[in-house]
């Protein structure tokens, strides 16, 4: 498959998934996550093609929504290890 192809139907495959989560990225179920956002992550910013202005937004509502659990899941790991911490003591 030649890379216009590719490029082709994994920005269909971004239009889809942005339409189904109604275009401005709101709906948390919808977002993109793990490969397949790093998949698509890679892809926007080596893409000659132009994104429209609903699939950039799913895009980065599911960055954002990446990054809040990333956070989230960090500030959980740093409140057990000072659990622990305070056992110990």
């Known amino acids: 498959m030649d890379r216009r192809r590719r490029a082709d139907l994994r920005q269909q495959r971004l239009l889809s998934a942005s ?4 275009g401005g990225g709101e709906e948390r179920s919808y977002l993109l996550s793990g490969s397949r956002l790093a998949q698509f992550e890679d892809w926007a910013t080596a893409t000659r093609v132009a994104l429209t202005p609903d699939e950039r937004r799913h895009l980065e509502a599911s960055l954002n929504e990446h990054q809040r659990q990333r956070r989230g899941a960090a500030r ?8 622990l911490a305070s056992r110990s003591s």
């Not at 339409?19 to 109604?22: E, I, L, P, T, Y």
């Not at 959980?76 to 659990?83: A, C, N, Y």
């Open 19 to 22: 339409a189904r989560s109604g």
């Open 76 to 83: 959980r790991g740093l409140f057990s290890l000072s659990r």
